[in-house]
């Protein structure tokens, strides 16, 4: 009987044990949530979404070829790639993105004016919490254009700023949603003001 209580006993103690060690486990992968979900370190993905645009010529230069009123609107599928690094500091998170957009838009009047394509280098700053990370960007953008007139298919330089939303979906791979727009003051001496409002639908690779 003592040799069956004895048994029992260290029976016990052995659950006791093994139950505290599971108690550090969880408690241990708590403590690296946050190290575990950082956003910091070097990315790069794809994304794809809709452009809007439209132009107006505002002074000199072009003539009024997009109709009486001189303004004209289009609109079209975009698809790109970017890469960028952030840095994560507590709950904030800096970082630079560069990236390449392919854009389908043609505009609705009788220039024939199409965006080609854009390129952009992007500073970005947020805030994280846990898988999630909202940021503001701001940055310069560069835009060429084509047209079967000669003098308005060109190139430019501009303003990028907006938004975006982050969500980690596994310690690597994350996904998001984000919104541009793109001014132009004078696109190429044109006497023409541009913008651009680009959604895009992004998927990406933290490493």
């Known amino acids: 009987m003592r040799i069956l209580k004895l048994t029992s006993l260290a029976v016990i103690l052995m659950a006791g044990s093994a139950f505290a060690a599971d108690d550090l486990v969880v408690t241990a992968n708590d403590n690296n949530f946050e190290q575990r979900w950082s956003w910091t370190g070097f990315s790069g993905g794809l994304e794809a979404g809709y ?3 439209s132009d107006e010529i505002t002074a000199g230069g072009a003539a009024c070829v997009f109709g009486p009123d001189c303004f004209a609107n289009g609109e079209g599928g975009i ?6 690094y952030n840095h994560q500091m507590g709950s904030f998170v800096g970082g630079v993105e560069a990236s390449y957009t392919r854009i389908d838009t043609d505009f609705d009047d009788l220039s024939g004016v199409s965006i080609v394509d854009s390129w952009a280098l ?3 700053l947020g805030y994280a919490m846990d898988r999630f990370h909202a940021y503001g960007l701001i940055g310069a953008t560069y835009v060429t254009t084509d047209s ?7 190139s430019d330089w501009g303003i990028v700023y907006g938004a975006g939303l982050d969500v980690a979906i596994t310690e690597n791979i994350f996904g998001g949603i984000q919104y541009t727009r793109h001014d132009f003051t004078d696109f190429a001496d044109l006497g023409i003001d541009a913008e651009m409002d680009n959604v895009m639908v992004r998927i990406g ?3």
Do not use: D, E, N, T
Not at 79 to 84: I, S, T
Not at 148 to 154: D, N, R, S, W
């Open 205 to 207: 690779y933290k490493f």
């Open 122 to 124: 992007k500073g970005r």
């Open 148 to 154: 079967p007139i000669a003098a308005l298919a060109q």
């Open 51 to 53: 452009s809007w645009s």
């Open 79 to 84: 698809y790109g790639a970017f890469v960028g």
